[in-house]
């Protein structure tokens, strides 16, 4: 009897792969929830701003997403206090998603609602001097970006309710 030939080794991978990506990409396509009450839309000028924080690589430090398990850890103390944790219709408007991935500074998903006296113009006196709000943050500075830029920036992470 002659052992199996190469093809069909090839072939049973290609189609175990190609299923594997059917499953995690495109299962998840077809499941959308329907916006929630803190799903945002955005504007020309938001959307500008979102594009500038993927850009910058903000995602990769800042997560969009409150996890239950988060408590008594980080920045969150108590469940609640940086927002109600994320549902899936939270993220309805969002593509790409922005979770984050190596969660270095704070969640973000609620910071327009948060104290004190967060606003727009705080948010670009933040952006600009990042150590001047947090010392021995690992944030850089904005302040090499255009106004406009900074504005939309700005006005992006005034959506994060």
């Avoid at 190609?18 to 929630?36: C, H």
């Avoid at 979102?50 to 398990?69: K, S």
């Avoid at 219709?89 to 922005?98: H, I, M, R, S, T």
Wanted: charged residues 20%; aromatic residues 8%.
């Amino acid at each position: 009897m002659r052992p199996p030939s190469i093809r069909y080794l090839l072939f049973g991978s290609l189609l175990f792969l190609l299923a594997g990506m059917a499953v995690t990409v495109g299962l998840p396509a077809l499941d959308e929830a329907p916006p929630s009450a803190l799903a945002v839309r955005y504007t020309p000028q938001e959307e500008r701003g979102r594009a500038i924080y993927l850009r910058e690589g903000c995602g990769y430090c800042h997560t969009q997403q409150v996890r239950a398990v988060e408590v008594e850890r980080g920045t969150v103390h108590v469940r609640g206090d940086i927002g109600p944790e994320s549902a899936p219709g939270d993220y309805a408007f969002q593509k790409p998603v922005l979770w984050g991935t190596s969660r270095q500074g704070p969640d973000l998903s609620h910071v327009a609602g948060r104290p004190p006296g967060n606003s727009r113009e705080w948010q670009l006196q933040h952006l600009a001097e990042p150590q001047r709000f947090n010392p021995g943050t690992v944030m850089p500075s904005f302040r090499h970006l255009p106004r406009e830029e900074l504005d939309a920036l700005a006005d992006y992470l005034m959506t994060l309710r």
